[in-house]
T-cell receptor, first 108, second 114 residues
Framework: GEDVEQSLFLSVREGDSSVINCTYT??????LYWYKQEPGAGLQLLTY?????DMKQDQRLTVLLNKKDKHLSLRIADTQTGDSAIYFC????????FGGGTRVLVKP | NAGVMQNPRHLVRRRGQEARLRCSPM?????VYWYRQLPEEGLKFMVY????????ESGMPKERFSAEFPKEGPSILRIQQVVRGDSAAYFC????????????FGPGTRLTVT
């Protein structure tokens, strides 16, 4: 089945850019997503990209997709303390498969 | 425009009891998905339902777990004879028929089995 991997932890200074990486195995994935989860809360859909795109930008968020390497990244520009959360990458074939999440800690 | 609603938000059950988790999808959404998140892990797909129909239950444990989405009312995830290993956060998501690739999540139900 599909396997989605993320690094566990990222520490970044306020104002810097954060880059969260994700790799996946199923090349037939059609949509790829980034979700944000704050403590004790549900998942907030941040953005998604269709598999025929290489890049998508939405305000401070930039998603890059390298289909050849099956690599997805999320860049957060001008990271704020409110961006501290767990970020999940997910890929959709017939259903959503999630990575284990990257815990982002923003230091003032 | 209310989002996905789940209740209860927290549920405590003793081993052997039944747990019932409810999910009301967003207005206009007729597709519901259930996911389980074990502590410090990502979400794992359990089941995908449309009204009165189970579309994909490949992630559901074979025993004790069942799900339904009746014509009227919320979707229900039922866990019979709960065990400590069932302690987790259970999330429901919904999507509209035309946009099944956009799933919106509820706040989750945190089940604790004592």
């Amino acid at each position: 089945g599909e396997d989605v991997e993320q690094s566990l932890f990222l520490s970044v200074r306020e104002g810097d850019s954060s880059v969260i990486n994700c790799t996946y195995t199923d090349s037939s994935s059609t949509y790829l997503y980034w979700y944000k989860q704050e403590p004790g809360a549900g998942l907030q859909l941040l953005t998604y990209i269709f598999s025929n795109m290489d890049m998508k930008q939405d305000q401070r968020l930039t998603v890059l997709l390298n289909k050849k390497d099956k690599h997805l990244s999320l860049r957060i520009a001008d990271t704020q303390t409110g961006d501290s959360a767990i970020y999940f990458c997910a890929v959709a074939g017939n259903k959503l498969t999630f990575g284990g999440g990257t815990r982002v800690l923003v230091k003032p | 425009n209310a989002g996905v609603m789940q209740n209860p938000r927290h549920l405590v059950r003793r081993r052997g009891q039944e747990a019932r988790l409810r999910c009301s999808p967003m207005k206009g959404h007729s597709h519901v998905y259930w996911y389980r998140q074990l502590p410090e892990e990502g979400l794992k797909f359990m089941v995908y339902l449309q009204k009165e129909n189970i579309i994909d239950e490949s992630g559901m444990p074979k025993e004790r777990f069942s799900a339904e989405f009746p014509k009227e009312g919320p979707s229900i995830l039922r866990i019979q004879q709960v065990v400590r290993g069932d302690s987790a956060a259970y999330f429901c998501a919904s999507s509209s028929p035309g946009n099944t690739y956009e799933q919106y999540f509820g706040p989750g139900t945190r089940l604790t089995v004592t």
